[in-house]
């Protein structure tokens, strides 16, 4: 399931590149991301770097407005 809360769209740019399946995220949530990322444009692409990187400097707020703009992204099931 897709969503276009800015937090899923972040979550999905976090872990987009995740080295492998991760016991509470699921193999199938992780592969989800991937192939989200890599249906981007270039230009998506950039601003779902842009996102990860703000969060990775703890500006959780700013990597939220970034994702707003970032296509819809697999539903974070944790949540």
Do not use: Q, T
């Amino acid at each position: 399931m897709k969503s276009d809360d800015p937090r899923d769209k972040l979550r999905a740019a976090l872990n987009h590149d995740h080295p492998d399946a991760d016991r509470d995220l699921g193999a199938e949530y992780l592969a989800a991301c991937r192939e989200w990322y890599d249906a981007m444009a270039s230009s998506d692409k950039a601003m779902a770097d842009a996102a990860r990187d703000a969060f990775e400097k703890g500006d959780e707020k700013s990597a939220e407005l970034i994702a707003v703009v970032l296509p819809a992204a697999p539903r974070f099931h944790l949540s």
